[in-house]
Structures are given as structure tokens and as C-alpha cells.
T-cell receptor, first 112, second 114 residues
Framework: DAKTTQPNSMESNEEEPVHLPCNHS???????IHWYRQLPSQGPEYVIH???SNVNNRMASLAIAEDRKSSTLILHRATLRDAAVYYC?????????????FGKGTHLIIQP | SQTIHQWPATLVQPVGSPLSLECTVE??????LYWYRQAAGRGLQLLFY??????ISSEVPQNLSASRPQDRQFILSSKKLLLSDSGFYLC?????????????FGPGTRLTVT
């Protein structure tokens, strides 16, 4: 499986935008990029996914580099409730039933 | 709407004792089902996944086993727990068989083996 690299932790202030980077230099042409987040003592929660084009939803935006070797999750206006571990994950080529491979993620700290 | 349940929420078991964790999904049919474990301070590790009744795939060899006796029921078991089995166990489901899928996670079971 192609792997992802994320910073261990990041810190941001409340009500400011947050840009969470992810490197995936060995991504294959059919791998989708997924982002999940995990709040303390809870299961992970889907945030967003994309393939080539930038994506927006009510939670966040996903900016994908033109060569697809990196991507950035953008939280437009962070709140204290956004403090969580954020995981950048590549789905296996072809999708299917296989589970997701979670790395260590980025621990996002939000300062009031 | 779909919901996923796990129980118990917390469990403390002695080394060598058996284990049974249950996961059920409501509001969908023929889902993919998954068991993950998260050891303290570490990422999630996929343990088992299932695409249908009686069909189990194991990702990591260990003293745990999984079963799917009904379409929306997934059970994680052990005959003899080890200290290293402590962790946060999460069940998840996704729709078949889509090329892109979201996984929906349950609330988890925190297991402490003493």
C-alpha cells in the first residue's frame, strides 16, 4: 500500500484557518485520498475524500497537488471542537472491501 | 438512518480469560464489517474484515478471532487474553462494494487486561 506522511502535531488558534499537510509520494493513479479525524475516546469520523480535484464539504476542504504527491486538509475556521487526531489515508487501488490503513496522524491542538 | 452499536463500552479482564465483544449495525443490509484495535498512543490497526455471513479475513495473526453469525452482527473473540490485547477496539461498517467508500465507526470498547 502507498504510505502517507503527516506531522505528529500542529497547533492553531481558535477561529483561524488550519492547513493540515499530507505527503503521499508513492500514490498510484487510482488511489483515493481520504481524511478521517478522531476525537478523544471516540471512533474515527469521516471528513472528506478526493481523487484529483479539490473538494469541499460542510466540514472541510481538500486541496490536492497537481502531481497528487501531496494534499492539504483545510479547516476554514477552527473551533475547539476540531481538536482531534487527523488521519490522511489512501484507499487501495480498486476500492473494495479492504479496511483502511491508519497511520499515526496529526494531533491538532486548538488554542482558545 | 444507519447506526452501529458496540458493547460493552469498557471491560477489565484478567490474563488468560476469554473475550467476546459484539458489534451490530442497524439500517443497512449486507455491509462490510471491520474490527480495528488501537493500542495506547498508537494508530488504528485493522484486525479483521468481513464481506458477508461466515466470510472473515484476518489482517494480523494473533490470538483473536472474529465471526459473523448474522448479516449485521460481528463478534470478536479470544480464548485466552494476553496483556498485549489491551486497547481500544473499534467496529466499523461500509457499504458494498463501491469503489470509494466511507467507513462508519462505532463508539468502541476499551479493554484492559490485568
Amino acid at each position: 500500500d502507498a504510505k502517507t506522511t503527516q506531522p505528529n502535531s500542529m497547533e492553531s488558534n481558535e477561529e483561524e484557518p488550519v492547513h493540515l499537510p499530507c505527503n503521499h509520494s508513492t500514490i498510484s493513479g487510482t488511489d483515493y485520498i481520504h481524511w478521517y479525524r478522531q476525537l478523544p475516546s471516540q471512533g474515527p469520523e469521516y471528513v472528506i475524500h478526493g481523487l484529483t480535484s479539490n473538494v469541499n464539504n460542510r466540514m472541510a476542504s481538500l486541496a490536492i497537488a497537481e502531481d497528487r504527491k501531496s494534499s492539504t486538509l483545510i479547516l476554514h475556521r477552527a473551533t475547539l471542537r476540531d481538536a482531534a487526531v487527523y488521519y490522511c489515508i489512501l484507499s487501495k487501488s480498486g476500492g473494495g472491501a479492504d479496511g483502511l490503513t491508519f497511520g499515526k496522524g496529526t494531533h491538532l491542538i486548538i488554542q482558545p | 438512518s444507519q447506526t452501529i452499536h458496540q458493547w460493552p463500552a469498557t471491560l477489565v479482564q484478567p490474563v488468560g480469560s476469554p473475550l467476546s465483544l459484539e458489534c451490530t449495525v442497524e439500517g443497512t443490509s449486507n455491509p462490510n464489517l471491520y474490527w480495528y484495535r488501537q493500542a495506547a498512543g498508537r494508530g488504528l490497526q485493522l484486525l479483521f474484515y468481513s464481506v458477508g455471513i461466515g466470510q472473515i479475513s484476518s489482517e494480523v495473526p494473533q490470538n483473536l478471532s472474529a465471526s459473523r453469525p448474522q448479516d449485521r452482527q460481528f463478534i470478536l473473540s479470544s480464548k485466552k487474553l494476553l496483556l498485549s490485547d489491551s486497547g481500544f477496539y473499534l467496529c466499523a461498517w461500509s457499504d458494498l462494494p463501491g469503489y470509494v467508500y466511507e467507513q462508519y465507526f462505532g463508539p468502541g470498547t476499551r479493554l484492559t487486561v490485568t
